[in-house]
């Protein structure tokens, strides 16, 4: 009887395990073309991309606004993508931790370029290359707002909701 009951609790600790581990958050290693396809793919919904690191403390500070933003409006056409200019190497020690910590349910991509300079201004020519910045593109690709600075308490969601009218 011992025995069974021991079984029985293994098997319900590795079907445990194997759940939790099986909802953990892909993380896609990805280089501009990647990306630059992420900004013009049609869609119908509202995107909003927010390009950040794991060592940023500002991007990390304003991340939950991002994550509650997602969860009030994701159902109501909102598409939300993290791009992180985490380092490749760090992929399994610092950013998938951090994601996972976080209960991070958006897309996550790790932007793995050295050479910023090829492609800032292609997602935005008013970019500087400073992190955080989001950029917002309405359904159907038909406006843009693109925002290079850290949002205040609260503030992401005004922003976002003027920029949907």
Known sequence: MKQAFFYS????FALCLFVSTSRAQSIEIIKYKDLAQIIS????????INFWATWCRPCVKELPQFLSLYEKYNTENLELTLVS?????????KLKPFVE?????????????????????????????AIPATL??????????????????????????NFIK
């Not at 793919?41 to 909003?48: I, M």
């Open 85 to 93: 200019f985490d380092f490749a190497e760090d992929l399994e020690t």
């Open 136 to 161: 917002m593109i309405a359904k159907g690709n038909s406006k843009r707002k693109f925002v290079e600075k850290e949002f205040s308490e609260n503030e992401l969601e005004k922003v976002y909701l």
């Open 101 to 129: 910590r976080k209960k991070i349910e958006a897309k996550v991509y790790l932007l793995d370029e050295t050479d910023y300079n090829s492609f800032i201004d292609k997602v935005d020519p008013s970019w500087s290359g």
């Open 41 to 48: 793919s049609e869609s119908d919904q509202n995107k909003v």
């Open 9 to 12: 609790l293994v098997s319900l």
